[in-house]
């Protein structure tokens, strides 16, 4: 899968590319990633990107020539069928399901925003589609091009070293991911849970739907709203709610 990122700081992207799952990736040909820097496509001797808003009020917006030319650029170098995608606080929700969607993409072209936004001609014409990552206000796009960039290579085949890694992320059927252990069996008087130990599979299985479904419910309760449980489900979200503690759902479908 390749992926174009348009920023004015590509130090920023190239630097995450040395490390982690993203970086073993690149190197392995599995992932390409190239930047694409509107400065390159200014024509002054400032290399200006960006100017005063129409209507006034404070900051500067990145100005439509150098911002579209870099879109141009980026996406000229794509796959065909490849998608445009602005990194905006006013964009829609970045979620697993979405991530699912552009991992089918044979590539994806990054916009990272700077200043008080991009001139909206751009957008208009240039951009498929616009995401957030969360709801609060970054100083620019390239941290939520690096979010969206790493949660989608997880889903392209031999990415991670097992497949199941990915299937078994949080969010990945709807749930929080339960808790994880390792050596030793014991730490600072905290013991691995006994089921853990035992090497019984289904067990194991029941426990960790168990553990899910319950800090799903305590942590996030919404997310039952998306996922239909069934009926091992429903009783293994109970008995988690007797066990803590805690005031079960009172119809969770």
């Given at each position: 899968?390749?992926?174009?990122?348009?920023?004015?700081?590509?130090?920023?992207?190239?630097?995450?590319l040395?490390?982690?799952?993203?970086?073993?990736?690149?190197?392995?040909?599995?992932?390409?990633?190239?930047?694409?820097?509107?400065?390159?496509?200014?024509?002054?001797?400032h290399?200006?990107?960006?100017?005063?808003?129409?209507?006034?009020?404070?900051?500067?917006?990145?100005?439509?020539?150098?911002?579209?030319?870099?879109?141009?650029?980026?996406?000229?170098?794509?796959?065909?069928?490849?998608?445009?995608?602005g990194?905006?606080?006013?964009?829609?929700?970045?979620d697993?399901?979405?991530?699912?969607?552009?991992?089918?993409?044979?590539?994806?072209?990054?916009?990272?925003?700077?200043?008080?936004?991009?001139?909206?001609?751009?957008?208009?014409?240039l951009?498929?589609?616009?995401?957030?990552?969360?709801?609060?206000?970054?100083?620019?796009?390239?941290?939520?091009?690096?979010?969206?960039?790493?949660?989608?290579?997880?889903?392209?085949?031999?990415?991670?070293?097992?497949e199941?890694?990915?299937?078994?992320?949080?969010?990945?059927?709807?749930?929080?991911?339960?808790?994880?252990?390792?050596?030793?069996?014991?730490?600072?008087?905290?013991?691995?849970?006994?089921?853990?130990?035992?090497?019984?599979?289904?067990?194991?299985?029941?426990?960790?739907?168990?553990?899910?479904?319950g800090?799903?419910?305590?942590?996030?309760?919404?997310?039952f709203?998306?996922?239909?449980?069934?009926?091992?489900?429903?009783?293994?979200?109970?008995?988690?709610?007797?066990?803590?503690?805690?005031?079960?759902?009172?119809?969770?479908?």
């Amino acid at each position: 899968m390749r992926f174009e990122v348009v920023t004015l700081f590509p130090g920023l992207i190239q630097a995450y590319l040395e490390v982690g799952v993203v970086g073993r990736a690149v190197s392995r040909g599995l992932l390409r990633v190239e930047t694409e820097d509107p400065r390159s496509h200014t024509l002054d001797v400032h290399r200006t990107v960006d100017d005063r808003p129409y209507g006034g009020g404070p900051g500067m917006v990145m100005k439509p020539e150098p911002l579209a030319a870099a879109i141009r650029a980026a996406r000229a170098r794509s796959p065909e069928g490849s998608w445009v995608v602005g990194l905006s606080a006013r964009g829609g929700p970045f979620d697993q399901a979405v991530a699912r969607r552009f991992a089918e993409l044979p590539g994806l072209v990054l916009v990272a925003g700077r200043y008080e936004g991009v001139d909206q001609r751009v957008l208009d014409s240039l951009v498929d589609e616009e995401l957030s990552i969360g709801d609060y206000v970054l100083s620019g796009g390239e941290l939520p091009a690096l979010v969206v960039m790493d949660v989608v290579a997880r889903l392209v085949p031999g990415v991670l070293g097992d497949e199941a890694s990915a299937r078994q992320d949080s969010f990945s059927d709807g749930l929080l991911d339960w808790p994880h252990y390792t050596r030793p069996e014991e730490w600072e008087g905290l013991r691995v849970p006994e089921v853990l130990q035992g090497g019984h599979h289904e067990e194991i299985r029941r426990w960790r739907l168990k553990q899910a479904l319950g800090r799903t419910w305590q942590g996030r309760p919404a997310l039952f709203g998306q996922r239909r449980l069934n009926d091992e489900e429903r009783r293994l979200l109970e008995e988690y709610c007797a066990e803590v503690g805690v005031e079960p759902p009172g119809s969770v479908d």
